[in-house]
């Protein structure tokens, strides 16, 4: 079954513990992304990834960081969260290097600082 | 700065009628557009698409109309049903990225 897995589902962390949310595709997509959903603010990009070795940032980068060391897997980082950070975050990947039509998604990893 | 707009945060329509779902954007360089919908607790999933190249793609109860003049596309359901209450994002393309609007929850009253 064609999917992208984001692990955990929920966490709840204190400030400044880095933590990591894992992001996997099984359909050898070259395009993957991360977005954040904030009320009232849709979807915003976080970083993009067009293939493996290359990211780029997207609209509220500050505070994360991401690696493409494989082409199935796109993980975030947060080294020093803060309550501000405290969203619903959707990992996605979509086929070819524009990579921007259906995109699939992830079902999300709600996270929470404190 | 949003440049993919959905002025409407909700919409009720009662089931058999027609939902219209609108959506604004600014910058004339995006090319493709997509609507997502999203249930709760789940990831959005694709719905329909449409090419600037286009004003109109249809996809079974699906419409959507692209008017470029205007910079708006809508998302016509026809008819509604239950299952479609959700939330529906509207993306457009441009630069190497999706760029959504807000999100219209849809609901669907028997």
């Known amino acids: 079954e064609a999917q992208v897995t984001q692990n955990p589902r929920y966490l709840i962390t204190v400030t400044g513990k880095k933590l990591t949310v894992t992001c996997s595709q099984n359909m050898n997509h070259e395009y993957m992304s991360w977005y954040r959903q904030d009320p009232g603010l849709g979807l915003r990009q976080i970083y993009y990834?067009?293939?493996?070795?290359?990211?780029d940032k997207g609209d509220v980068p500050e505070g994360y960081k991401v690696s493409r060391k494989e082409k199935r897997n796109f993980p975030l980082i947060l080294e020093s969260p803060s309550p501000n950070q405290t969203s619903l975050y959707f990992c996605?990947?979509?086929?070819?290097?524009?990579?921007?039509?259906?995109?699939?998604f992830g079902q999300g990893t709600r996270l929470t600082v404190v | 700065d949003q440049q993919v707009k959905q002025n409407s945060p909700s919409l009720s329509v009662q089931e058999g009628r027609i939902s219209i779902l609108n959506c604004d954007y600014t910058?004339?360089?995006?090319?493709?557009f997509l609507w997502y919908k999203k249930y709760p607790a789940e990831g959005p999933t694709f719905l329909i698409s449409i090419s600037s190249i286009k004003d109109k793609n249809e996809d079974g109860r699906f419409t959507v109309f692209l008017n470029k003049s205007a910079k708006h596309l809508s998302l016509h359901i026809v008819p509604s049903q239950p299952g479609d209450s959700a939330v529906y994002f509207c993306a457009a393309r441009g630069a190497q990225k999706l760029v959504f609007g807000q999100g219209t929850r849809l609901t669907i009253n028997p």
């Open positions: 990834s067009m293939n493996v070795e290359v990211t």
């Open positions: 910058n004339s360089m995006f090319d493709y």
């Open positions: 996605a990947s979509s086929f070819g290097s524009i990579g921007l039509t259906e995109a699939f």
